[in-house]
């Protein structure tokens, strides 16, 4: 089981050092779009970057996990 959470962590880590494009689903089929910065310990809120919404761009924010449907992470295909 520790093996698991070391890599569960990792994960989240590796994500963090990457900061990848990410599309986020919301509920009534709205989507927005920004730069991944981190993610609390619980992924209860994740910190997003130029998040592109229908309202506008926002610089830095944060959004609560209990409103994302769906979380995609655009991954570079040659990570440095």
């Given at each position: 089981?520790?093996?698991?959470?070391?890599?569960?962590?990792?994960?989240?880590?590796?994500?963090?050092?990457?900061?990848?494009?990410?599309s986020?689903?919301?509920?009534?089929?709205?989507?927005?779009?920004?730069?991944?910065?981190?993610?609390?310990?619980?992924?209860?809120?994740?910190?997003?970057?130029?998040?592109?919404t229908?309202?506008g761009?926002?610089?830095?924010s944060?959004?609560?996990?209990?409103?994302?449907?769906m979380?995609?992470?655009?991954?570079?295909?040659?990570?440095?």
């Open positions: 089981m520790e093996h698991m959470k070391d890599r569960y962590l990792g994960f989240w880590l590796s994500m963090n050092e990457l900061a990848p494009k990410v986020l689903h919301l509920p009534q089929n709205t989507l927005v779009k920004g730069t991944f910065k981190g993610t609390d310990a619980e992924n209860n809120r994740f910190r997003i970057d130029h998040l592109e229908p309202m761009v926002y610089e830095h944060v959004i609560r996990g209990s409103d994302v449907d979380l995609e992470l655009h991954l570079p295909l040659n990570p440095v």
